[in-house]
Each structure stands twice: as structure tokens, then as C-alpha cells.
Nanobody, 124 residues
């Protein structure tokens, strides 16, 4: 069984910074893309940033230039450095791995895994 566990959320003032972490655990052969999404109250879940195993990144327009995604493949962990935070960044942040390859008795299979979410609140 594979789990994604997020950490690092909390309360921060506008203009401040936070660093989120998402660690994958379990019997994992490989993880390709890892993604951060967020969902604010009353809004749909949206893409924040993604990173492939090779380090290629993609960002949502609202966070470009302020957020940085990175990963440590040796630890199966992805990070989200959030700078210059705004009240509109307030949301539950979710970690997602669309394709986690896990070993089975007959070979390998791919599954999608979500974390439980971590709350980020930006307020003065």
C-alpha cells in the first residue's frame, strides 16, 4: 500500500513563506510526475505545480514566480516552497502522484495516489 503524507501547512501572514513536503511511503518501484493541487473553500480543486521524475516543472498561472516545486527522488518526496504568500493562496493543499509503479506478484502495476491534504491559511 502506498501513502502520500503532506506536512508543513499552517498559518502565515501575507508576504510570508511556507514550505510544504509530501513523502511517499510503501512498496514503490518508481514515481513519475508528482503534483500539488489546492482547493479553497467553495472553489474547485486546481493545479498548483507539477514536476516529473526528470525535474521538468509546470506551474499554475497564479503562483508563477512565487512558488517553487522540487523533489528528492531518493526520498520519494516532493516539496513546494511558497513565497510572497497572499490571502488568496489560502486553501487545502493536496499532493498527488498520478502514476506510482508498484511491484506485484506478477510484475508491476500503476496506481494513482492522493495525500490527505494540509491547510495553508494566509491572513493578517
Amino acid at each position: 500500500q502506498v501513502q502520500l503524507v503532506e506536512s508543513g501547512g499552517g498559518l502565515v501572514q501575507p508576504g510570508g513563506s511556507l514550505r510544504l513536503s509530501c513523502a511517499a511511503s510503501g512498496s514503490i518501484f518508481s514515481i513519475n510526475t508528482m503534483v500539488w493541487y489546492r482547493q479553497a473553500p467553495g472553489k474547485e480543486r486546481g493545479l498548483v505545480a507539477s514536476i516529473t521524475s526528470g525535474g521538468s516543472t509546470n506551474y499554475g498561472d497564479s503562483v508563477k514566480g512565487r512558488f517553487t516545486i522540487s523533489r528528492d527522488n531518493t526520498k520519494n518526496t516532493v516539496y513546494l516552497q511558497m513565497n510572497s504568500l497572499k490571502p488568496e493562496d489560502t486553501a487545502v493543499y493536496y499532493c498527488n502522484a498520478p502514476s506510482v509503479v508498484v511491484p506485484t506478484a506478477k510484475g508491476y502495476r500503476s496506481l494513482e495516489v492522493w495525500g490527505q491534504g494540509t491547510l495553508v491559511t494566509v491572513t493578517s
